[in-house]
């Protein structure tokens, strides 16, 4: 090996280093799973809710919670979304630069204009993601968030889905999982991942 390519595999595996121990430990809350070394969650292209392309890996560069879900759910979709609204206005100054990001479990229905409409009831920062239902499988499944269709019944279906937030830090690695935790617990990991 020349002192060259020594030298530069020394400072990956020094960089490297740095890179483990400058990510801190989240902090321990009731109902929140944090992961003790973070999990990259893929990349996949998506259409957001005005029509533009938008990748996971563009959520890079700000903490974001994860909700996968759809327009039509009836209950634990609005609920969650209405609590995450309610938890960023109410901490709006704690929460500057947290965003949600609401994920379509049902591409076939949810397209970016029935998006944009539903979200239209939530604050302006809250992305809609948007692609067709087996590419979003494939990401939700390295999120552990499956989901399935139910069978038709009157042309009508609906999407059995978890209702979990899942949380990712500056990188857009996975640091937590949200299993129906209090507003505290969600304020808590979001200002833990605003303070990295």
Do not use: W
């Amino acid at each position: 090996m020349t002192m060259r390519a020594t030298l530069l595999a020394s400072l990956l595996v020094a960089s490297a280093g740095v890179a483990v121990a400058s990510t801190k430990p989240l902090p321990k809350l009731d109902r929140v799973m944090t992961m003790d070394t973070p999990r990259s969650v893929g990349d996949l292209a998506m259409t957001d809710q005005d029509g533009g392309p938008r990748r996971i890996s563009d959520l890079a560069g700000a903490p974001t919670l994860v909700f996968f879900g759809f327009t039509n759910c009836p209950d634990v979709c609005p609920t969650t979304l209405r609590q995450l609204a309610l938890i960023k206005s109410s901490r709006a100054k704690e929460l500057a630069g947290l965003r949600i990001a609401f994920i379509s479990v049902d591409g076939e229905r949810d397209t970016p204009v029935v998006m944009k409409d539903y979200l239209k009831r939530f604050p302006a920062e809250f992305v809609g993601l948007t692609a067709p239902a087996e590419q979003v499988r494939n990401l939700a499944l390295r999120f552990s968030a499956p989901f399935f269709k139910d069978p038709p019944k009157d042309g009508e279906y609906a999407v059995q889905h978890s209702s979990r937030l899942f949380a990712l830090d500056k990188q857009g690695r996975l640091r937590a999982e949200i299993y129906d935790a209090s507003p505290e617990a969600v304020v808590g990991i979001g200002r833990a991942l605003l303070a990295e």
